[in-house]
């Protein structure tokens, strides 16, 4: 039976586009390259440019250069292909080889996610790639299988997208698409079918119709990037520092780091005494407190990280009448759509009240310490868990064995109130993950732990009243992604607000 004539096409199998921004330049970018030819294709000017690159020994010569001859270790030849397509003001670079080295920087960031967001089937997604803006960025990589919808995960709803790959509804773009910076198409294509796929995106830009809808928050461009650190660091520098808070990895935070100390100063203090090490950073230099270098340290004395001290603020910041938030050194735009959504899900947090605890006790004037109020508040169901860590890790600052409760108290705000629902969600995955610590915990503390318990983060924000500036937006995305993954691991999560004396 012979082969059908679509099996026999000459082409490709998968390309990679990326849309070039003004600051491409193929001159220079391409200098290495021989441009082989010019022209204009289907109203589309173009250029061709390859490099090859012979006699390159393999990756893997490091580790037999000693035991073979040089001579019997074979050599490769890289080639590498930049197309060069533009109409209209609109540039793109087909790659293939290593040619997207030489031009990815200069890719119109998320070119790929906006078109795949236009094209793919949602109910064919496959992979999805995202940043979740909790206390710190982390990876979430999915394999995607069945009839997943994004619109019904709430996890998408506060990330950040960075790519994702599917089957695409017209077919006649390709078989499976996948977005990033770039825009990798696969299904066979030759010369003519990438002209027309060019004409394709052209029209799909212009287009506002979505097929997936993700949405979460975009990373911020570079010019704007360097104008909000510039903010940031003027504000750190003049002693503005309300709402920010030490950021690095959660579990390396709350398992391993137990103190910090600020430059050359021997002086040790929590992760969580932000106003303290703001001002040993003022002292040691007061022009550029931002600059000073912090350390921390775990409970035998060995350094877990160093970084300056500009590098581990985390928080939001107000900028030219927007809301930013910088996360592990990147920052993030806010949109109406996602703060209403956020805003919408803190209200089905259920809030218990203030009365469930003592008020916080003054003395001389002074809020007490933690530990004076918690002392305050035990009773014969209550029990004080704070003092009784295993393996390092606090089980709750008080368990209430008649409401099966394990309850996590802090002082404070804001951003700084990421080190409370970091502490609740580690206890929380420990005591669900790991049989010795849910022992562990059921020996200690004569807890039946096959009983479900709720994880109640209360939180004294001392005179402050409103809820919007207790919980901050940055402060509310993070509670709610602490929130979704204690409920998925059979938790119930409420919140109180401490009152006064």
């Known amino acids: 039976m012979p082969r059908s004539k679509s099996k026999d096409k000459e082409g490709v199998s998968k390309i990679t586009i990326y849309k070039l921004n003004d600051d491409f330049s ?48 074979p050599k490769n030849s890289y080639a590498s292909l930049v197309f060069l397509f533009g109409k209209d003001g609109n540039n793109f670079a087909l790659t293939s080889g290593y040619g997207y080295a030489d031009v990815r920087e200069f890719g119109v960031k998320d070119f790929g ?27 979430l990589s999915r394999s995607l299988r069945g009839k997943y919808m994004p619109t019904n995960d709430s996890v998408n709803q506060r990330s950040v997208l960075k790519a994702l790959k599917g089957k695409i509804i017209n077919q006649d773009l390709g078989v499976t698409m996948e977005g990033r910076t770039s825009l990798a198409v696969s299904g066979k294509k030759d010369l003519s079918d990438v002209v027309k796929l060019l004409d394709e995106i052209l029209k799909i830009e212009k287009s506002d119709k979505l097929t997936v809808h993700i949405k979460g928050l975009d990373e911020v461009e570079k010019k704007l990037r360097e104008e909000l650190d510039k903010e940031l660091i003027k504000k750190i520098n003049s002693g503005q520092f309300d709402d920010v808070l030490f950021g690095y ?48 340290y775990d409970e035998q004395d060995q350094e877990i990280f160093s970084k300056k001290l500009f590098d581990l603020i985390e928080g939001e910041l107000d900028f030219k009448n927007d809301k930013y938030f910088r996360i592990d050194k990147k920052w993030y735009k806010t949109n109406t759509d996602y703060k ?59 368990i209430d064995k008649a409401k099966n409760y394990f309850v996590h108290v802090k002082k404070g705000r804001g951003a700084f109130l990421r080190n409370l629902f970091a502490q609740g969600y580690v206890s929380g995955s420990l005591f669900n993950g790991e049989d010795t610590f849910k022992k562990a915990a059921k020996d200690k503390f004569s807890i039946d732990v096959d009983k479900k318990f709720t994880v109640i983060f209360a939180i004294f924000p001392e005179d402050e009243t409103k809820i919007d500036s207790i919980f901050t937006l940055f402060a509310k995305v993070d509670f709610l ?21």
């Not at 007490?368 to 109020?373: A, I, N, P, Q, S």
């Open 26 to 73: 193929a001159e220079k970018q391409l200098s290495e390259y021989k441009n082989q030819k010019n022209g204009t294709l289907e109203g589309w000017n173009y250029k061709i440019f390859t490099r090859l690159k012979p006699n390159i020994p393999p990756s893997w010569k490091p580790l037999v250069k000693d035991l073979i001859n040089d001579n019997d270790i």
């Open 249 to 296: 990895d959660d579990d390396l935070i709350f398992r391993n780091c137990e103190k910090l100390k600020v430059g050359k100063d021997d002086t040790q203090y929590l992760i969580d005494e932000t106003q303290k090490v703001f001002s040993a950073a003022q002292k040691q230099n007061a022009t550029n407190p931002a600059s000073v270098t912090i350390v921390g």
């Open 340 to 398: 209403n959504k956020i805003e919408s899900d803190f209200k089905t947090i259920e809030k218990i009240e203030s009365n469930y605890f003592k008020p916080w006790q003054k003395e001389n004037g002074n809020f007490v310490d933690e530990g004076r109020f918690l002392n305050a508040n035990i009773d014969s169901n209550k029990i004080l868990a704070h003092t009784q860590k295993i393996s390092q890790i606090e089980v709750a600052d008080i």
């Open 481 to 501: 992604e602490r929130c979704d993954s204690l409920k998925s691991m059979g938790f119930d999560v409420k919140y109180c607000l401490i009152a006064n004396s």
């Open 113 to 139: 996610i906006d078109i795949s967001c236009k094209s793919l089937d949602p109910n064919q997604l496959n992979h999805l790639y995202q940043k979740q803006p909790t206390g710190n960025v982390y990876g």
